[in-house]
């Protein structure tokens, strides 16, 4: 793999798009024009961000940040795919992470927020380089998700200790009205999960929500954080019918950040009508 620093710098470049903030249900409450660039400077040693907001209407906002090195709550693969955000979990505080994916000159980024352990908002982040020709993608659907997905995973640590790479098998499919039946395996074993379709929410038995979102982007995570329960936090980005990745931010029983898994699927098959 590259280094922290170089998987950073797959990020460089003025990204233009917008900050679409949305309730736990994924309705939106706000929608605003953003222009974000990062730059390189000392022969790329240091990275220079500029945060610009640009609501109509209304003055610009602008935040800038200077950086020569990495904090200790993110990671980065070698695409520039990335996560931020808490290292722990702690009682009657606020908590959250972000999560970033990059592809043909665009990115998706999810930020989810919980105030004492329940879930807040989340904000929906879509952007493209100026010479982006890959057009965005549409509202993810239920129907996307349906087939077998066989795909592989790398998994970093926030100890450096060395990535695990292994193959997983995800298969979703339609059950009853309104259910979906979802079997996901890997070389730990297999987990067979239930959910209830709302519209573009699904409900999980397990206390997960997915919620379908603009540009092929899915979030995912639990609606409400307990005390000594393990949890992960994901977004997903199908990047055309038959592709899709998904980056998940693992926490353990202790609410400690253990791990950053990057997975990315392939559709083998689709569910018959």
């Known amino acids: 793999m590259k280094s922290q620093w170089q998987c950073l710098l797959e990020n460089i470049?003025?990204?233009?798009?917008?900050?679409?903030?949305?309730?736990?249900?994924g309705e939106v409450i706000e929608d605003t024009p953003t222009l974000v660039s990062l730059e390189g400077l000392n022969d790329n040693k240091t990275v220079h961000q500029i945060v610009r907001r640009l609501p109509p209407n209304l003055p610009p906002e602008e935040k800038v940040f200077k950086y020569s090195s990495l904090g200790r709550g993110i990671l980065l693969f070698?695409?520039?795919?990335?996560?931020?955000?808490?290292?722990?979990?702690a009682p009657f505080s606020q908590f959250g992470a972000e999560l970033g994916l990059i592809a043909h000159k665009r990115?998706?980024?999810?930020?989810?927020?919980?105030?004492?352990?329940?879930?807040?908002?989340?904000?929906?982040?879509?952007?493209?380089?100026?010479?982006?020709?890959?057009?965005?993608?549409?509202?993810?659907t239920v129907d996307d998700?349906?087939?077998?997905?066989?795909?592989e995973a790398c998994t970093i640590y926030p100890d450096w200790r060395s990535p695990d790479t292994y193959q997983t098998t995800l298969k979703i499919e339609r059950g009853?009205?309104?259910?979906?039946?979802?079997q996901l395996t890997t070389g730990k074993g297999s987990i067979?999960?239930?959910a209830t379709?709302?519209?573009?929410?699904?409900?999980?038995?397990?206390?997960?929500?997915?919620?379908?979102?603009?540009?092929?982007?899915?979030?995912?995570?639990?609606?409400?954080?307990?005390?000594n329960t393990g949890f992960f936090l994901e977004?997903?980005?199908l990047k055309s019918p038959t592709e899709r990745q998904r980056l998940i931010r693992t926490y353990n029983s202790q609410g400690e950040w253990v791990n950053l898994t990057l997975v990315t699927e392939y559709r083998l098959s689709q569910q018959s009508p």
């Open 235 to 237: 977004v997903g980005w």
């Open 13 to 25: 470049g003025e990204w233009h798009g917008s900050f679409t903030r949305l309730s736990p249900q």
């Open 78 to 89: 070698d695409d520039g795919a990335f996560s931020s955000g808490s290292i722990q979990l």
């Open 192 to 194: 067979a999960s239930k």
């Open 197 to 227: 379709i709302n519209g573009k929410v699904i409900c999980f038995d397990s206390g997960y929500q997915v919620l379908l979102l603009p540009d092929g982007a899915s979030s995912t995570c639990p609606v409400e954080l307990k005390a």
């Open 107 to 140: 990115r998706l980024r999810l930020v989810q927020l919980f105030n004492n352990g329940q879930l807040e908002r989340l904000t929906l982040i879509r952007e493209k380089l100026q010479d982006a020709t890959t057009p965005e993608k549409l509202p993810l």
């Open 176 to 182: 009853e009205e309104n259910e979906l039946l979802q």
């Open 145 to 151: 998700l349906v087939g077998t997905w066989q795909g």
